[in-house]
């Protein structure tokens, strides 16, 4: 059984690995690279593995921050690291777009190719100093005024780590412009799936082949699921212990999964109820949950006897009474093979 349990294991050729947080804590000087990191990754290049780095980095253009890998004793290219400004690049010059730069100094010069006059959109990164009231003022005034305002956000995080402690990211700088103006961003870095996917073709492996590891439960490991790989959180950088909990203890539902392995059911249940829709997807996403919501009644129980054949996952509100008719639905379909477990998380 735990060998079956571990045949996923065998088929990946392929790793994506975040780098702030994972690799090393930025910070004066450059950072430091967090000890046992840089063996972690020779160690991967000498297995045999494919090895992509996928970064939200936004305060060094992509070969600056490639030179400050090196120095720190990773051997990786340019061309082993997803990063988000190469890849706006293209996007801008793709819709003909002009920006107006709200981002670090230090990544100005990968933009030196693109028309910034007249701008007809904003790019916002991580611009650390440069997040002044005049500047998101500014970056205000003329997405207001826009007819149809462009917001390009290179990254959403909400906060990382520094070797002197935890940062604000760019996420927080751009909900407020979204508030703000009334629009939505366009996110192009974690965890944007195109951002993943690009990754991915860089990587040359599909999405099944590969692992994300980071340390952002959201960016990295749930950008990384929705696009349809397995993903990893390290216990290094802006990890704590307990978000995961607090994000579990959130959540009310059952979730009723197909397990290959074993054919078991488990049946979870959590007592309030979610706070958001970002993180309730979230916890779906952890626990390998499809969210296909259909109620426990009798015109419901069709569906969701449909979505089990089609060895889908289900998501139904938690109604204690409803729960016989859950597990009434399984052993229908399979009464000798499907054992059923039930825990609740308080």
Not at 21 to 38: E, N, Q
Not at 157 to 183: F, I, Q
Request: aromatic residues 6%.
């Amino acid at each position: 059984m735990a060998e079956r349990g571990r045949g996923w294991a065998r088929a990946v050729r392929g790793l994506l690995l975040d780098v702030s947080g994972v690799l090393y804590d930025s910070g004066a000087g450059g950072g430091v690279p967090i000890a046992g990191s840089a063996e972690a990754v020779r160690r991967i290049k000498a297995s045999g593995l494919k090895l992509q780095l996928c970064t939200n980095e936004t305060q060094a253009t992509r070969e600056n921050f490639v030179r400050k890998l090196r120095a720190m004793g990773f051997d990786i290219s340019a061309a082993q690291v997803t990063a988000p400004a190469p890849a706006a690049c293209r996007l801008l010059r793709e819709r003909g777009l002009r920006p107006h730069l709200l981002v670090h100094d230090d990544l100005v010069p990968e933009f030196a190719e693109i028309n910034k006059t007249n701008p007809n959109c904003v790019v916002l990164g991580d611009a650390a100093e440069n997040f002044t009231y005049a500047n998101l003022n500014e970056a205000f005034r003329l997405l207001i005024g826009m007819e149809k305002p462009v917001l390009i956000s290179l990254g959403k995080g909400r906060y990382y780590k520094e070797t002197d402690g935890l940062k604000l990211d760019v996420g927080a700088y751009m909900k407020a412009l979204e508030y703000a103006c009334d629009v939505q961003a366009e996110v192009v870095g974690k965890p944007a799936k195109t951002f993943f996917e690009s990754a991915l073709a860089e990587l040359g492996v599909p999405p099944e082949q590969a692992i994300m590891i980071g340390d952002d439960i959201v960016n990295d490991v749930g950008g990384a699921q929705q696009c349809g790989m397995r993903a990893l959180q390290v216990r290094t950088g802006k990890y704590r212990s307990g978000h995961c909990c607090r994000l579990l203890r959130a959540v009310r539902f059952i979730s009723i999964a197909k397990c290959d392995a074993s054919s078991r059911i488990s049946v979870h249940t959590w007592p309030t109820s979610f706070p958001s829709r970002e993180e309730r997807v979230l916890v779906f996403q952890l626990r390998g949950v499809v969210v296909n919501t259909e109620p426990c009644t009798d015109s419901g129980r069709g569906k969701i006897k449909a979505l089990l054949k089609q060895d889908k996952c289900i998501r139904v509100p938690l109604k204690t009474e409803e729960v016989s008719n859950i597990f009434k639905c399984l052993t229908e379909l399979q009464p000798a093979t499907y054992g059923c477990s039930h825990r609740s998380i308080n």
